[in-house]
């Protein structure tokens, strides 16, 4: 078919929260490559190399079409980073020698445990250690009570959570917070929300239609689970909320919110269709779920906030402060013009008080 004529591409805005993008990538070959790169910056803790890479790849997610040639890119949006050297080979050298560096392996190995961030895998690294085995093995290696946890369960939290185990997690959690209060709601958000197959780990929204009531479901809940055996590891983080508080111009903001990172222990006879293996070891798998525990007024934008993807979170955020001068966060919108919060009780709202032409979950995978 023909190429898309320029006239067309040039009308692609150069914020995600202005594009659809379905999970459907017609540019994988390339989006995969640029992946590669943004993460390497994120290991180097470049953070402005890391937006280049990461605006480029979210456009080329975008297009509905797959680009064949370097005078399809002219017209497009934060095309900084081109590339041009796997359209002309079908493979970067710049990818092909980081996946065998030993530096960036190492980095991408360590930060796949949970409770293991860039500054504890720098210092594995330059201790030596280049695998899991020889830091578990190692003898005066301190690690905390959730690193512990990430190295006993590693196999199994690697692996991902497919949407039958999401569901089955999903049921689990609804049952222990409607014991609490039984007309609570509890929503699967995350990457599973936008369509996706498989995810690191499942994230639930648990809000209360009366405001208030959802206070004190979460330290319930979680001794229940854990009375019941059902959790290996859990953490619950005390909610900072303050009144009135004008979110901040910061992109990548953790929200203030009670919530609980946990890793349960999943029966898989709960598990719809699960393939019976011919040697299972065990009849469970560890599964890193996240519980966000949102008052009812705020749970619009805790909803947006953690329906991702990440890279469509920042450019929501970006695009309010540099074109609408208004304030996001997973709490509240504020609006600098006007002085004033912005109330929504949909997502739809949301993006109305923004300007912005609703979009739908699985049209979010920027
Ligand atoms: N998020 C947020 N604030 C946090 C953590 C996450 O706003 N403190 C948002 C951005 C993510 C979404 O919530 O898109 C869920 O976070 P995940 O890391 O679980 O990401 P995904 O669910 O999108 O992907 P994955 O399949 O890796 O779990
Ligand atoms: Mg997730």
Request: charge should be neutral; include cysteine; hydrophobic fraction near 35%.
């Amino acid at each position: 078919s023909d190429p898309v004529p320029v006239s067309k591409v040039a009308a692609i805005s150069q914020y995600a929260c202005q594009r659809r993008t379905t999970l459907n990538n017609k540019n994988k070959i390339f989006t995969d490559a640029l992946e590669i790169l943004a993460e390497n910056c994120e290991f180097n803790e470049n953070e402005r190399s890391y937006v280049v890479f990461a605006r480029a790849t979210s456009v080329l997610k975008s297009l509905p079409y797959a680009i064949s040639s370097m005078t399809m890119l002219e017209g497009l949006p934060n095309m900084e980073v081109q590339p041009r050297e796997i359209l002309e080979d079908g493979k970067s050298s710049t990818v092909e020698s980081l996946l065998c560096d030993e530096r960036y392996k190492a980095t991408k190995l360590f930060t796949s445990i949970f409770g293991v961030g860039l500054k504890t895998a720098d210092r594995w690294y330059r201790l030596g250690f280049r695998t899991l085995e020889e830091v578990q093995a190692a003898k005066d290696l301190k690690f905390t009570k959730m690193q512990k946890a990430g190295l006993m369960y590693c196999e199994d939290i690697s692996s991902f959570v497919n949407k039958a185990e999401a569901h089955a997690v999903g049921q689990i959690i609804e049952k222990f917070v409607h014991k609490c209060v039984p007309n609570a709601t509890v929503t699967l958000t995350g990457g599973f929300r936008r369509g996706k197959e498989i995810g690191h780990d499942v994230d639930f929204l648990i809000t209360c239609p009366e405001e208030g009531k959802e206070e004190g479901i979460l330290h319930k809940a979680v001794s229940r689970m854990n009375n019941q055996g059902l959790l290996l590891y859990y953490d619950i983080i005390e909610s900072t909320m303050e009144k009135n508080k004008i979110p901040s111009k910061q992109y990548d903001v953790m929200d203030k919110f009670q919530k609980c990172f946990m890793i349960l222990k999943l029966n898989n006879t709960l598990v719809q269709n699960k393939p019976e293996r011919q040697i299972e070891s065990k009849d469970w798998k560890a599964i890193r779920v996240d519980l966000v525990i949102v008052p009812i007024q705020q749970y619009a934008y805790a909803l947006l906030g953690w329906s991702g993807s990440r890279h469509f979170e920042r450019d929501l955020r970006r695009f309010s402060y540099h074109e609408k001068r208004m304030n996001l966060d997973n709490h509240v919108l504020y609006d600098k013009t006007k002085k004033v919060f912005l109330t929504a009780k949909t997502e739809e709202e949301i993006f109305a008080h923004l300007g912005l032409e609703y979009i739908e979950p699985w049209e979010r995978n920027a």
